[in-house]
């Protein structure tokens, strides 16, 4: 029996991680973290009796505390709480679904306390992956990404000789807005950015999606993650989501996993690695499907991608002001407080103006992300 402790459960992931579990002999839920929606918590905690559970706020903690006074479940609170679900003894892999850089620190937690991380916070690498990756390799600790794109080269790199890497192929649906030029951006609205056409996520991954700042922070997780330099990373529209992404080899051979657009086939094999498990749902049906396309990404338009390149070539804390200029100017957006077109100029304006700190540390990184939310902040006269 495999234990598992889950970072953000009544997210997205979360609760597809969940959906794992439910239908895989072999899993059990050692611990729980999440926001603060009691509702949901509690229902995940009755359902897969966790040791511990953590609340974000102790007003939610205490919540779900009285809620829960019935079950043999120990209710903690706040980074503390995620440190401790991070460490404990009785988990192997530490599934990290929260959502935002709040994921560095109990990762590296976990990962001095040699658990295998199934990686689905893409913060983590993207602003420090010059210590995550190092450490792992020195505690002897396996990163599994749980993104699919991810998920995909990791699976196509299986068996191969290391060194053998041309190029890595990191698919994009394209989003909503595929083909739109930047001028049929300008008048976009919350519901519009919302509705993607292949998959179902969190509000936040959907808009990044939308705008292609969520391939962006993929190519920077990409270069962590499989140790590949920037101009072996080739972004691939691919509107039909059945190729995942894929590996290309120094022979010319091209290495590619598919399937249907369910995440929870990466989430399943980030848990069972190296095995592979049966797994109901639908299969890619080629005669039905008729056709695969292909075009190259429109970073005039969709300049988040361009700004993402940027960003890792500078390197240092720069991917930090990326992430989080988008992070809040994501969320103006979905508080109809800036248009669409704000988006990446954001980001951008905050780039412009930072100094490249080369090799943050952990304080450096979260202090750079407090700068460029106070930025944002100032930048459009609103208060976090």
């Known amino acids: 029996m495999k234990k598992i402790a889950i970072l953000g459960s009544t997210g997205s992931i979360g609760t ?14 050692a611990a729980l973290a999440a926001g603060t929606g009691v509702d949901k918590m509690e229902r995940q905690v009755r359902e897969f009796r966790p040791a511990v559970a953590c609340m974000w706020t102790e007003e939610a903690a205490g919540e779900l505390r009285a809620r829960t006074s019935d079950l043999d479940v120990r209710v903690t609170a706040g980074m503390d709480g995620l440190l401790e679900i991070a460490t404990l003894p009785e988990s192997q892999v530490l599934v990290t679904a929260i959502v935002g850089m709040l994921g560095i620190r109990p990762t590296i937690a976990a990962i001095r306390a040699g658990k295998d991380i199934a990686l689905a916070n893409k913060e983590t690498l993207v602003t420090a992956g010059h210590i995550i990756m190092p450490l ?33 192929l990191l698919t ?8 739109y030029k930047r001028e049929q951006l300008a008048d976009i609205q919350v519901e519009d950015a919302l509705k993607h056409p ?21 190519v920077m997780e990409a270069r962590w993650l499989f140790g590949t330099s920037l101009d072996r990373i080739q972004v691939v529209v691919h509107p039909q989501s059945i190729i995942h992404s894929a590996v290309q080899y120094v022979d010319g051979a091209v290495m590619a ?26 299969r890619v049906d080629f005669f039905e499907l008729g056709q695969l396309t292909f075009e190259r990404p429109d970073t005039d338009t969709f300049e988040g991608l361009k700004l993402a390149y940027r960003a890792a070539e500078a390197g240092g804390s720069m991917p930090t002001v990326y992430n989080a200029a988008n992070e809040k100017a994501v969320a103006l957006f979905l508080d109809r407080k800036i248009r669409y077109l704000q988006i990446p100029e954001l980001i951008g304006e905050a780039m412009e103006r930072h100094s490249v700190i080369a090799d943050p540390t952990v304080e450096d990184i979260l202090a750079t992300e407090q700068q ?6 100032g930048r459009i006269d609103c208060k976090w």
């Open 198 to 218: 292949n998959w179902a996520m969190g509000r936040k991954i959907t808009v990044d999606s939308s705008t292609m700042v969520n391939k962006g922070l993929e």
């Open 136 to 168: 792992a390799k020195e505690c002897g600790v396996a990163i599994l990404p749980v993104d699919s794109e991810h998920s995909a080269i990791f699976q196509s790199l299986n068996g191969e000789p290391a060194g053998r890497i041309e190029k890595l």
């Open 16 to 29: 597809q991680t969940l959906e794992v579990v439910r239908q895989s002999a072999g899993l059990q839920v």
């Open 257 to 282: 996993q598919l399937g249907v657009p369910d995440m929870k086939l990466p989430i399943q094999y980030a848990l069972f690695y190296p095995d592979r498990r049966p797994m109901p749902g639908k």
């Open 372 to 377: 460029t939310y106070e930025y944002i902040a």
């Open 172 to 179: 994009a649906s394209g989003g909503p807005f595929r083909g």
